[in-house]
């Protein structure tokens, strides 16, 4: 990462937790509305700001998919998706009651999946201070919240503390199975941090009887050529921030999941899932995989 950490929707130095600290990233917003956009997400989540910055990016993933073809709403849909169907499988088989959003930011699955199960589950989404106080406000004023659907600060590289995530599971029940989700945000993190994550993910879900975890991930095999090189290029220029992606092949990613402490591991194509499979046949969705993790 360039200029200091970054977790879904804010930055912050490495030295302080301290909210002053923080900004929250364009992409919150822009994803924010964009999510409304395609049809996928809550008008409160949809920000004046949000719209500017989505319209502004529009024009620059527009300009790329005239020269290369790829899509990038139907790599976000494929992901988003993706990720959804995994989540809404396990639970509908009884295996997850309890989920933690890792850098949600204006992400609308706390919303969906909350109307959706109601309290059968516990959803909690989190983020860094600056960017859950945004979202706390946006989610209260709509009477979004309640005591299934929470949104919690989270610091996603913190070993200990407040805003660790072995402090945050500590408030879950231990008996019921758990997942965690990141959409987003371990490309902006280098390999070293985000296999620690990888590890510190493992390590919370070993402790309740059923462990998922689920992420969008990427491959080099994946994102061949020079349009896939030029798209990370501009994107990293609109975060500010380098885009890491962390494996050359799937069979890498696996191997390396394993190695951080999960069990079983797959990575899955867009093609490959109902729900996804229409939305494949797009050029540019077939860059994302969805990986799924148990532990």
Do not use: C
Request: glycine residues 10%.
């Amino acid at each position: 990462m360039m200029a200091g950490r970054r977790s879904g929707g804010t930055l912050h130095t490495p030295m302080t937790d301290d909210a002053s600290t923080e900004r929250i990233s364009p992409t919150a917003y822009a994803t924010g509305h964009m999510w409304y956009r395609l049809g996928m997400s809550h008008p409160v989540l949809s920000t004046a700001q949000g719209k500017r910055l989505d319209a502004a990016f529009g024009l620059v993933t527009g300009a790329l998919k005239r020269i290369g073809g790829a899509s990038f709403d139907a790599l976000m849909i494929a992901r988003h998706k993706g990720i959804d169907a995994r989540l809404a499988r396990a639970i509908d088989e009884g295996r997850v009651s309890q989920v933690i959003e890792v850098a949600a930011g204006l992400s609308p699955r706390g919303i969906n999946f909350a109307r959706r199960y109601g309290d059968r589950i516990l959803y909690l989404e989190t983020d860094l201070p600056a960017m859950a106080a945004t979202k706390r406000r946006l989610l209260a004023q709509a009477g979004l919240l309640n005591e299934h659907h929470r949104v919690v600060e989270l610091d996603a590289l913190a070993d200990r503390g407040p805003h660790s995530l072995a402090q945050i599971a500590k408030t879950l029940d231990p008996k019921l199975g758990t997942a965690i989700i990141s959409e987003g945000l371990m490309s902006y993190l280098d390999s070293d941090t985000a296999q620690d994550v990888w590890r510190r993910f493992a390590r919370t879900l070993k402790k309740f009887p059923h462990g998922l975890y689920l992420a969008d991930s990427y491959t080099s095999r994946d994102n061949r050529g020079s349009g896939a090189k030029l798209f990370g290029a501009v994107l990293g220029r609109f975060v500010k921030g380098r885009i890491h992606v962390h494996f050359g092949s799937a069979a890498e990613a696996i191997q390396t999941l394993r190695g951080a402490g999960f069990r079983s591991v797959a990575m899955l194509e867009p093609r490959e899932l109902p729900e996804t499979r229409e939305i494949a046949q797009v050029k540019g969705a077939g860059r994302v995989r969805i990986l799924e993790a148990l532990t």
